[in-house]
């Protein structure tokens, strides 16, 4: 098919070698009768033109050689594993396991103190507001008491003034 012929042009434009191309284009010689053929296609040049050299490529008809040389190779395989490289990938493996395990643990060894901190710190924040406000309370409640005692010493002097006064008046009576 046409994407087949495109496919094998791309290919074997890759194997041409371009140092041989651009000389041939400048040799006189090879310039007027320069045919070249590879596998399955052959170069011509077409007459010079104003905007440089053209060629004409044609592709002949595909061979089953050529179809097997463009066949795409498996991927080398692995070398077989001794029993000292596998033994040796278990135990980077198990350092790998033991490391990020030590490393978790330390994580939640620092966020179970950050935590711990942070309890004691809004203790002691407790343990202090209680305090000061039961020395406030305390305060206050002297305060209240000093306060009516002495409302009611002024109260008392009041009234023992008025019964002196209406004894007082009594006597004048």
């Given at each position: 098919t046409l994407f087949t012929a495109v496919m094998i042009i791309i290919e074997k434009m890759k194997?041409?070698?371009m140092l041989s191309l651009i000389c041939s284009c400048f040799s006189q010689q090879t310039r007027n009768n320069l045919v070249c053929e590879f596998e399955d296609m052959e170069v011509k040049p077409i007459n010079k033109r104003a905007s440089g050299q053209a060629f004409e490529v044609i592709l002949k008809p595909p061979t089953p050689v050529s179809e097997v040389a463009h066949s795409i190779t498996s991927p080398p395989k692995k070398r077989d594993m001794s029993l000292e490289d596998i033994q040796k990938k278990l135990e980077a493996a198990e350092n790998r396991r033991r490391s990020q395990?030590?490393?978790?643990l330390r994580a939640l060894a620092e966020k179970r103190e950050h935590e711990r901190d942070v309890l004691?710190?809004?203790m002691e924040e407790n343990s202090n507001f209680s305090k000061m406000a039961e020395e406030k309370l305390i305060l206050k409640m002297e305060q209240n008491k000093e306060n009516r005692e002495a409302y009611l010493a002024a109260m008392m002097e009041r009234l023992?003034?008025?019964e002196q006064?209406?004894?007082?008046l009594q006597q004048n009576s």
């Open positions: 194997e041409l070698s395990e030590a490393q978790v004691l710190k809004a023992l003034e008025k006064n209406a004894a007082i």
